[in-house]
């Protein structure tokens, strides 16, 4: 578990970019990283990474709202997949959905 105090760097630290992958399963993100997480667990670890990055607060969020064009919640037309975001000195970076079994559920 990500501990708040590990993510923010020591005064006059420089932090390097922060690469976040947004695991969603049915339109729902469900990991960040690879870790299991709830909609909430993943818009407070959203915001306290894009927060050491000087994004402001709860911009990372938004970005991906953005990109999504829904909310952080749901992401309700969206297929199973990994969504890249890069953080990075007050910047938010993102790469298109990368889907899972698009074929499967095409046929489904």
């Known amino acids: 578990m990500t501990v708040l105090a590990d ?5 006059g630290e420089f932090l390097a970019p922060d690469e976040v992958v947004i695991t969603f399963d049915g339109g729902v993100p469900v990991a960040i990283d690879g870790e299991t997480v709830s909609v909430a667990e993943a818009r407070r670890m959203l915001s ?5 990055q000087r994004i402001g607060r709860g ?10 064009g829904r909310g952080c919640a749901s992401l309700a037309n969206a297929v199973s997949g990994e969504l890249h975001l890069v953080l990075h000195d007050g910047r938010v970076t993102a790469q298109d959905l990368n889907p899972t079994n ?7």
């Open 7 to 11: 993510i923010f760097p020591a005064e």
């Open 59 to 68: 911009e990372a969020c938004a970005a991906l709202e953005r990109r999504a």
């Open 102 to 108: 698009t074929e499967e559920k095409r046929e489904q």
């Open 48 to 52: 306290a990474r894009g927060e050491a």
